[in-house]
């Protein structure tokens, strides 16, 4: 079964061609990061309009270096949501009208589920039976979560204010760092020679907060208004040794809240970090080091399926069975994984 995916959900036009069981043929994606970065961010209408021109070149890539013909694919996998309106509807446009065109079947897919399922794209996750512990870390969302099966999912706590990524991006801004933010702090930080100041940890407590948050809640609103006081009040600090602090200060809560979990639950097969966040080295490091103390396996998504792209999309339908839409299917910037419970 050959699948071609699409994603386009902020500033990535991307497609993909895999086939069953789980071998990616192809996978393109074109950046928009030099478009974004005089803004500081990315611009929506911009976005939209860079999918337009960019979704030809990319999708004829994608078939060219699958070895394939449009008339062999079986399917279309295309992200639903959630993501910027506009982005998402360039990419579901294209899909349909290719759905239509080849009569193939077309399958809406959840972004974060792709995410999610990209852990099975590294090898040592095929032979580690579930239920597994999953970090999902990225610029717009912070989850920890059970999956007991491909499609089975449980919110074991989520980020009540900013994500994760978010923070990063916001901080990597209040530091004078171009964007994307993420990468640059953790390369400045990689320079600093002494250590930094502490900042405060995104571990919210107490019942109102787990209403919200569930069992194991995040917040780092907080922490990036720590870090706007101490630029203020010192505008002399040595920004590499700031850079490492503040990373230091997201990463270690991202890993305490997964050595809770740990702790809690003693049936895990495995812990797994999913998302474009997953690409940082001293994330990856500390949660290496709480999987050797528990005795647990560490999957960790090759580096170039972290950030947002259009093989993890097509995965989905490839590994758990999903409902071809009809015409009528439309985008949702707002998509909520269906069935998927928030523990209190």
């Known amino acids: 079964m050959l699948i071609l995916g699409i994603e386009s959900s902020c500033d990535e036009t991307a497609a993909a061609v895999l086939a069953s069981p789980l071998e990616v043929r192809s996978s393109v994606v074109a950046s928009q990061i030099a478009q974004h970065q005089p803004y500081g961010g990315v611009v929506p209408e911009l976005a939209a309009r860079e999918h337009v021109k960019a979704f030809p070149p990319v999708l004829e890539a994608a078939v060219r270096e699958a070895g394939i013909a449009w008339s062999d ?20 446009s294209v899909a349909r009208g290719l759905s239509q065109r080849l009569n193939i079947p077309l399958y809406p897919v959840h972004h974060l589920e792709g995410h999610i399922l990209s852990l099975y794209f590294s090898q040592p996750a095929i032979s580690q ?6 970090m999902l870390v990225t610029g717009g969302h912070t989850a920890l979560m059970r999956m007991t099966a491909p499609g089975v999912y449980e919110v074991l706590g989520r980020s009540i204010d900013d994500a994760a990524g978010e923070a990063l991006d916001k901080g990597a801004r209040l530091l004078g760092l171009p964007y994307p933010g993420g990468p640059e702090i953790e390369k400045l930080a990689l320079t600093a020679r002494g250590s930094g100041p502490r900042f405060p940890r995104g571990l919210p407590r107490g019942e109102d907060v787990k209403k919200r948050g569930g069992e194991y ?26 850079a490492a602090a503040y990373q230091e200060a997201v990463m270690s809560s ?16 495995c812990v797994a970090c999913v998302g474009g966040v997953a690409k940082n080295q001293y994330l990856r490091a500390g949660l290496e080091t709480l999987c ?3 005795d647990k396996a560490l999957v960790t998504v090759p580096i170039g399926y972290c950030t947002d792209n259009a093989a993890m999309i097509a995965a989905v339908p490839l590994l758990r069975d999903l409902t071809p839409a009809d015409e009528a299917v439309k985008i949702d910037p707002n998509l909520v994984l269906s069935g998927v419970q928030l523990r209190k």
């Open 73 to 92: 694919l079986d399917g279309i996998a295309v992200t639903q949501g959630p993501g910027l309106a506009s982005s998402l509807l360039s990419g579901l």
């Open 292 to 294: 050797e103390r528990f």
């Open 254 to 269: 991202l890993c305490a809240r997964v050595e809770e979990a740990l702790q809690a639950y003693e049936d895990w097969a």
């Open 129 to 134: 039976p579930c239920p597994a512990l999953v």
């Open 217 to 242: 809640p995040f917040s780092f609103s907080g922490l990036k208004t720590s870090l706007r006081y101490h630029l203020e009040q010192n505008p002399e600090a040595d920004k590499a040794e700031v």
